[in-house]
């Protein structure tokens, strides 16, 4: 179902049941949940973050106001009571600020393929470097310069059609969208101190083989949340419900249907 409110922040909404928000990954869309649409038993909403997808982009953004833009939605929605958050990589970073910002809006979070820390010196030069190549060539060179690292080796050739969709997805981001959320990932803050806070039963999952973000960063969160449930997903690299949907869907359903 598609769906645009008042702030045209686009979202798809699928499935019955209580809510789960999630947040998709740099420099992807809500399309990047299609496996899961109506396959974890619960009512999905999916929104395209500025500038991703059919939303229209904005000037600047930060992981806080991309949050803000999240509890929007459900304002709009009318769902003010507690429901599931999470997010994938850049989506993990956002579901933290929301964590952060709106405690008594989340019941449950769910950390896929991301981490807590900050971005180090040399990331936030390597954020740099790529926001003024952008902004030369075109947000092509990110999706170039990312692809063959999303996806565990094997999936390339073994779910051709997965790294296909992955490159028609990221063919979707604007420039401007492509820009502000390399500045947003470049200046999020450290959640490292706010892990042990987070009370809510939190669901951390990640591919064994991720080039992007090594799994021990999952096992760190795991360790430091008080309710936390660490799942690693073999045989999946970056984007775990994509490369293996039916292992990540049931999982996730198990997750909801034990809060
Ligand atoms: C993502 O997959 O959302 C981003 O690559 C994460 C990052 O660049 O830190």
Known sequence: MENTQTLSLHFEENGSGKPLLLIHGFPFSSRMWAAQSDALGARLLAPDL??????????????????????????????????AV?????????????????PERVGALLLL????????????????????????????????????????PDTYTAQPAVAAELQAIMATASQA??????????????????????????LVVHGVQDQVIPYSEAEAMAAALPNGQLELIEGAGHVPNLEQPQRFNQIVRDFLASI
Do not use: N, W
């Open 86 to 102: 999470g997010g994938l990589s850049m989506g993990g970073y956002i579901a933290l600020a929301f964590a952060r910002l709106f």
């Open 177 to 202: 969208g492509v820009v502000a959320a390399l500045g947003a990932m470049r200046d999020r803050p450290d959640a490292s101190q706010l892990l042990p806070q987070l009370h809510m039963p939190t």
């Open 113 to 152: 393929s991301t981490r807590a820390g900050a971005d180090s010196a040399e990331a936030k030069a390597g954020r740099d470097a790529t926001i003024a190549k952008v902004q030369e060539q075109g947000p092509g060179v990110v999706a170039e310069g990312m692809f063959p690292k999303l996806l565990a």
């Open 50 to 83: 500025p500038g991703f997808g059919d939303s229209a982009a904005v000037d600047a953004a930060s992981v806080e106001s991309y949050a803000e833009d999240c509890v929007a939605l459900l304002d709009a929605l009318d769902i003010l009571e507690p429901v």
